[in-house]
Nanobody, 123 residues
């Protein structure tokens, strides 16, 4: 399987927006739920949001609910994460992963991680 490739990160001021993309191979992407996690320096990888394979069922961490939006284009094998109203505490490397277990928001419930994309929010 080919690892996903995240892109779209960058430096933005507080209150700004970014759109992250996660492009995966069909083998990695098809029929799997996908999720976004983030990891700040010195901290553990933290769940952000997940989306189901069919039906677009989503689940958000409380810290991003109402500000971030996940979507997926199954024809393009791509998952997107729209980040709005960004805060300095959103600064982290953002990773996408494939759901390995049917339920759960722990990082161990996902696999096939990409290399991540850096999001930096200045105050």
């Amino acid at each position: 399987q080919v690892q996903p490739v995240e892109s779209g990160g960058g430096l933005v001021q507080a209150g700004g927006s970014l759109r992250l993309s996660c492009a995966a191979s069909g083998q990695t992407f098809s029929r799997y739920g996908m999720g976004w996690f983030r990891q700040a320096p010195g901290k553990e990888r933290e769940f952000v949001v997940a989306i189901s394979w069919i039906g677009g069922i989503t689940y958000y961490a409380d810290s991003v609910k109402g500000r971030f939006t996940i979507s997926r284009d199954n024809a393009k094998n791509t998952v997107y994460l729209q980040l709005n109203s960004l805060k300095p505490e959103d600064t982290a490397v953002y990773y996408c992963g494939r759901r390995r277990l049917a339920v759960g928001t722990a990082a161990s419930s996902f696999d096939s991680w990409g290399q991540g994309t850096q999001v930096t929010v200045s105050s």
